[in-house]
């Protein structure tokens, strides 16, 4: 990681706007950045209302801030399915001693029966996607709300994870979810806010694993075609959501649009062995410190267990430098391109790079 040396007025773009402003420069003339990735437990209860969303966000966020310098520009990445169980808002009675995700399916089915039925045959959906269109407006709300007002608090660029929407149409930065959706599809999807609290953009997965298939939550699968880069001041983000940042079709599409920093958020249904973790050297590791396809990634874990789901892996930030082998996975020891891994596969943990 180079060092910075000093301030300097620079020019700031953003939004079609162009100002002067105070920033952090390195040695040889590069923009200092923050990069955070939040390593975040998945806990039921911090879900059930939206205040209490807003808190678990919020405190996170803190943390984050007590060890970053407010003269440079900040990217923050939270981890995949960060807004799944916003479903869940209002329902403690109808998941209360719930132990199966299968249970849960079931109970919320039963609450929403009569208009999740009519969602379903009218636009031929399933049962899951249908109860997450019927209460979109509900997951929606909080969503776009507590990450739009933290951006704005804390004066950061945020990858909000991941959450399951339908497409909203987006004016001048505002998503227009009180309006209704696009199509009656649900997909797995990542937004970018800028510190302004405005969206700069969705990107939708592509490639699903087996829980967000058929079986489960039938959710529908986004298009490589679909898939953009976003200019900020310190460069242009791609975001490939978990599985997708291993594929190459994505990763080749990020890298046609000139992707500098790749975030990969992410939620791992299963135990961080060693096996595990050599796979996903194949993910954000293999793309920037082997194929230097970018600059730096942030690779979020949320950890924790959804009922019957465990959730486990470290979260990391990497770089294309060699720089002094310090970090990595738990079972493979440092290698070099880690400038950043969490201790832990099951502790929250908020990991910082200045670069």
Same mark, same amino acid.
């Given at each position: 990681?180079?060092?910075?040396?000093?301030?300097?007025?620079?020019?700031?773009?953003?939004?079609?706007?162009?100002?002067?402003?105070?920033?952090?420069?390195?040695?040889?003339?590069?923009?200092?950045?923050?990069?955070?990735?939040?390593?975040? /437990? @998945? !806990?039921?209860? =911090?879900?059930?209302?939206?205040?209490?969303?807003?808190?678990?966000?919020?405190? &996170?966020? $803190? *943390?984050?801030?007590? /060890? @970053? !310098?407010?003269? =440079?520009?900040?990217?923050?990445?939270?981890?995949?399915?960060?807004?799944?169980? &916003?479903? $869940? *808002?209002?329902?403690? /009675?109808?998941?209360?001693?719930?132990?199966?995700?299968?249970?849960?399916?079931?109970?919320?089915?039963?609450?929403?029966?009569?208009?999740?039925?009519?969602?379903?045959?009218?636009?031929?959906?399933?049962?899951?996607?249908?109860?997450?269109?019927?209460?979109?407006?509900?997951?929606?709300?909080?969503?776009?709300?507590?990450?739009?007002?933290?951006?704005?608090?804390?004066?950061?660029?945020?990858?909000?994870?991941?959450?399951?929407?339908?497409?909203?149409?987006?004016?001048?930065?505002?998503?227009?979810?009180?309006?209704?959706?696009?199509?009656?599809?649900?997909?797995?999807?990542?937004?970018?806010?800028?510190?302004?609290?405005?969206?700069?953009?969705?990107?939708?997965?592509?490639?699903?694993?087996?829980?967000?298939?058929?079986?489960?939550?039938?959710?529908?699968?986004?298009?490589?075609?679909?898939?953009?880069?976003?200019?900020?001041?310190?460069?242009?983000?791609?975001?490939?959501?978990?599985?997708?940042?291993?594929?190459?079709?994505?990763?080749?599409?990020?890298?046609?649009?000139?992707?500098?920093?790749?975030?990969?958020?992410?939620?791992?249904?299963?135990?961080?062995?060693?096996?595990?973790?050599?796979?996903?050297?194949?993910?954000?590791?293999?793309?920037?410190?082997?194929?230097?396809?970018?600059?730096?990634?942030?690779?979020?874990?949320?950890?924790?267990?959804?009922?019957?789901?465990?959730?486990?892996?470290?979260?990391?930030?990497?770089?294309?430098?060699?720089?002094?082998?310090?970090?990595?996975?738990?079972?493979?020891?440092?290698?070099?391109?880690?400038?950043?891994?969490?201790?832990?596969?099951?502790?929250?943990?908020?990991?910082?790079?200045?670069?």
């Amino acid at each position: 990681m180079r060092k910075p040396s000093g301030v300097r007025y620079g020019i700031r773009r953003a939004g079609g706007l162009t100002a002067l402003g105070e920033y952090d420069y390195d040695e040889k003339g590069g923009l200092a950045i923050q990069l955070v990735a939040i390593q975040m /437990r @998945l !806990d039921v209860a =911090d879900f059930l209302t939206e205040d209490a969303f807003a808190a678990k966000i919020d405190g &996170l966020l $803190a *943390q984050a801030a007590e /060890r @970053l !310098d407010p003269k =440079d520009h900040t990217l923050v990445a939270f981890p995949e399915d960060v807004g799944l169980m &916003l479903i $869940a *808002q209002g329902l403690r /009675r109808e998941l209360a001693g719930v132990s199966e995700v299968a249970d849960a399916i079931r109970r919320v089915t039963r609450r929403f029966l009569v208009p999740a039925a009519w969602l379903k045959f009218r636009h031929g959906v399933s049962w899951v996607p249908a109860i997450f269109l019927l209460r979109h407006r509900t997951v929606a709300s909080a969503y776009f709300r507590v990450f739009s007002e933290a951006a704005r608090k804390y004066r950061v660029w945020i990858v909000a994870g991941s959450v399951p929407l339908p497409p909203y149409a987006v004016e001048a930065g505002r998503v227009l979810w009180e309006e209704g959706w696009l199509a009656p599809e649900v997909y797995n999807s990542s937004f970018l806010f800028g510190p302004d609290g405005k969206v700069v953009g969705r990107q939708d997965k592509v490639h699903l694993i087996e829980l967000e298939r058929e079986a489960a939550l039938d959710l529908t699968p986004g298009s490589v075609d679909r898939l953009r880069t976003f200019e900020t001041p310190f460069g242009r983000i791609g975001i490939a959501i978990c599985l997708d940042a291993f594929e190459d079709d994505v990763v080749d599409a990020l890298t046609r649009q000139g992707a500098d920093i790749l975030v990969q958020p992410s939620a791992n249904p299963g135990p961080w062995t060693a096996e595990q973790q050599t796979d996903w050297l194949r993910s954000s590791y293999r793309r920037v410190y082997l194929e230097q396809r970018f600059s730096y990634a942030l690779n979020p874990m949320m950890h924790g267990t959804l009922w019957d789901i465990p959730f486990y892996g470290q979260s990391s930030i990497v770089t294309q430098e060699d720089g002094t082998a310090l970090h990595g996975y738990a079972d493979l020891g440092p290698m070099p391109g880690f400038h950043s891994v969490a201790a832990s596969d099951r502790e929250e943990e908020v990991l910082v790079a200045k670069v």
